[in-house]
Nanobody, 130 residues
Framework: EVQLQASGGGVVQVGGSLRLSCAASGFSFGDYAIGWFRQAPGKEREGIACITKTDSSTYYADSVKGRFTISRDSAKSTVFLQMNSLKPEDTGVYFC???????????????????????WGQGTQVTVSS
């Protein structure tokens, strides 16, 4: 059974940092593309940071580019999202999502913006207070 466990959310002041973790189990971690998606209040869910399964190339939404970093630790089957210089508009529920994207791979950009990942974690709340 594929499971994704997101953690690391919380309340932080403007300009602060958080690191989210997504612990994966039940599948071959290296064979899946993984992304972080954000559901802000009153807005549609958007893909903000994604990483491919093949060459670990990455994509970032313009809203987080230069402030957020996605990385994957295959030994721990965990994907991280380092979030720096947080802004009030970063407030929302953050989900990690994984998919084998088989039989063909897709770019990280496509995975974040168009593709519909099959497996989702439960979400972790991030609140940035001013």
């Amino acid at each position: 059974e594929v499971q994704l466990q997101a953690s690391g959310g919380g309340v932080v002041q403007v300009g602060g940092s958080l690191r989210l973790s997504c612990a994966a189990s039940g599948f071959s971690f290296g064979d899946y593309a993984i992304g972080w998606f954000r559901q802000a209040p009153g807005k549609e869910r958007e893909g903000i940071a994604c990483i491919t399964k093949t060459d670990s190339s990455t994509y970032y939404a313009d809203s987080v580019k230069g402030r957020f970093t996605i990385s994957r630790d295959s030994a721990k089957s965990t994907v991280f999202l380092q979030m720096n210089s947080l802004k009030p508009e970063d407030t929302g529920v953050y989900f990690c999502a994984a998919d084998p994207v088989w039989p063909v791979s897709v770019s990280a950009h496509y995975y974040c913006t168009i593709y519909a990942p099959e497996f989702w974690g439960q979400g972790t709340q991030v609140t940035v207070s001013s």
